[in-house]
Nanobody
C-alpha cells in the first residue's frame, strides 16, 4: 500500500518562502502525474499544482507565479517551492496523484503564514 509523506511546512511571515517535499513508499512518481493540494480551515481541499511524468506543470490561478512544482528523480520526491507567501496560503498541504488523488491521503504538512 502506497504511503505518502509530506514535510517542510512551518510558520512563516507574509512574503517569505517554504519548500515542501513529498515522498512515497512506492515508485509511483515515474508512472503518475503528481500534484499538491491544500485544505484551509473550514474549506474543501483544493488542487494547487500538478506535474506530469514529462515535467509539464500547471498551477491554480491563486498561486501562479509564486509556487513551483518539480520532481527530484534522484530522491524520488515531488517538491513544491512556495515564494511570496500570503496569509491566504495558510493550509495543510498534501501530495497525491493529480489531478485526482487515487492513493490514501497522508497527514499533510501545515503551512501557516502570518501577516
Amino acid at each position: 500500500q502506497v504511503q505518502l509523506v509530506e514535510s517542510g511546512g512551518g510558520l512563516v511571515q507574509a512574503g517569505g518562502s517554504l519548500r515542501l517535499s513529498c515522498a512515497a513508499s512506492g515508485s509511483i512518481f515515474s508512472i503518475n502525474a503528481m500534484a499538491w493540494y491544500r485544505q484551509a480551515p473550514g474549506k474543501q481541499r483544493e488542487l494547487v499544482a500538478t506535474i506530469t511524468t514529462r515535467g509539464i506543470a500547471n498551477y491554480a490561478d491563486s498561486v501562479k507565479g509564486r509556487f513551483t512544482i518539480s520532481r527530484d528523480h534522484a530522491k524520488n520526491t515531488v517538491i513544491l517551492q512556495m515564494n511570496s507567501l500570503k496569509p491566504d496560503d495558510t493550509a495543510v498541504y498534501y501530495c497525491n496523484t493529480g489531478p485526482i488523488g487515487i492513493y490514501d491521503w497522508g497527514k499533510g504538512t501545515l503551512v501557516t503564514v502570518s501577516s
